[in-house]
């Protein structure tokens, strides 16, 4: 059973994620930066389209973080007495 300071210091893992995650401030000037960009190429995106575009390149952010992660958290095989 665990003690209750042990479930009251956050793991390694989330003080990560909570390192990569970003503020509800944050995102939204992000999402306002992107469609400022898709607008600034074309004026007369509806609001769908540019809706999509801006979802698109969310993910895409999102999965660049993902594959760093992975790639980082898999170095450790590659090193002979450490993973």
Same mark, same amino acid.
Do not use: W
């Given at each position: 059973?665990?003690? /209750? #300071?042990?479930?009251?210091? +956050?793991? !390694? $893992?989330?003080?990560? @994620?909570?390192?990569?995650?970003? !503020? +509800?401030?944050?995102?939204?000037?992000?999402?306002?930066?992107?469609? #400022?960009?898709? *607008? !600034? #190429?074309?004026?007369? *995106? +509806?609001?769908?389209? $540019?809706?999509?575009?801006?979802? #698109? !390149?969310? @993910?895409?952010?999102?999965? /660049?973080?993902?594959? *760093?992660?992975?790639?980082?958290?898999? *170095?450790?095989?590659? @090193? +002979?007495?450490?993973?």
């Amino acid at each position: 059973m665990q003690d /209750s #300071k042990e479930l009251d210091n +956050p793991s !390694k $893992l989330l003080q990560m @994620v909570e390192a990569i995650a970003i !503020k +509800p401030e944050d995102a939204k000037h992000i999402v306002s930066g992107y469609k #400022k960009a898709a *607008l !600034k #190429k074309n004026a007369t *995106l +509806p609001e769908y389209e $540019l809706q999509k575009i801006v979802a #698109k !390149k969310i @993910v895409n952010r999102y999965s /660049s973080y993902s594959a *760093l992660s992975g790639g980082v958290t898999s *170095l450790s095989s590659f @090193v +002979p007495g450490v993973g």
